[in-house]
């Protein structure tokens, strides 16, 4: 069983860009879960969307947004990106989104902006 | 809200020493307790999780956590470490019930001496 798929793995942007990553979830999966992870902050929750619709929130500004797709994909976009938006960007999916159950993560997307 | 305190941000510890890891959280609701575990360049994977029941959980690779709710505490164990525990060990809450988002610490990094 395939796990949970992120691209692209690496990738350098320059500040004032945008930037979108992609999740494919494990196959049955339909909730997906973002995180922003940096050193010193830890995890940061972005969003997490089941079935097409965002179920939960972070504290990010409106730079970041995401979407689902009725394939249960994933993409997460930041806009006029900022030094500070250099991280790892974690996918996590899970069967349901009531969170009893294990969180499945990708490797994750790393962003280095310039 | 949830929140997740992890007291140590780095433990460093000789092999086949014992080791702990300490986890405090906070919330007004029942709560689901989580650590996962990340080696480097990889996502992360569930190392053991407390729903309900016995508030002692083990792990298969000799990892223990405690839910202790007057203490607000879910710590983790190992009676005696290995080279390849070496890691960063993420402590996780979610509130039970619902579409609730789960809620990280910031880390502890375990570095396993020879």
């Known amino acids: 069983k395939a796990g949970v798929t992120q691209t692209p793995r690496y990738l350098i942007k320059t500040r004032g860009q945008q930037v979108t990553l992609s999740c494919s979830p494990i196959?049955?999966?339909?909730?997906v879960s973002w995180y922003q992870q940096t050193p010193g902050q830890g995890l940061q929750f972005l969003f997490e969307y089941f079935s097409e619709t965002q179920r939960n929130k972070g504290n990010f500004p409106g730079r970041f947004s995401g979407r689902q797709f009725s394939n249960s994909r994933s993409e997460m976009n930041v806009s006029t990106l900022e030094l500070g938006d250099s991280a790892l960007y974690l996918c996590?999916?899970?069967?349901?989104?009531?969170?009893?159950?294990?969180?499945?993560f990708g490797e994750g997307s790393r962003l280095t902006v310039l | 809200a949830q929140s997740v305190t992890q007291l140590d941000s780095q433990v460093p510890v000789f092999e086949e020493a014992p080791v702990e890891l300490r986890c405090n959280y906070s919330s007004s609701v029942s709560v689901y307790l989580f650590w996962y575990v990340q080696y480097p360049n990889q996502g992360l994977q569930l190392l053991l999780k407390?729903?309900?029941?016995?508030?002692l959980v083990e792990s298969i690779n000799g990892f223990e956590a405690e839910f202790n709710k007057s203490q607000t505490s879910f710590h983790l164990r190992k009676p005696s470490v290995h080279i390849s525990d070496t890691a960063e060990y993420f402590c996780?809450?979610?509130?039970?019930?619902?579409?609730?988002?789960?809620?990280f610490g910031i880390g502890t990094k375990l570095q396993v001496i020879p």
């Open positions: 996780a809450v979610s509130a039970s019930g619902g579409y609730q988002k789960v809620t």
């Open positions: 407390y729903l309900s029941g016995s508030t």
């Open positions: 996590a999916s899970s069967l349901e989104a009531g969170h009893t159950g294990e969180l499945f």
């Open positions: 196959s049955g999966h339909r909730s």
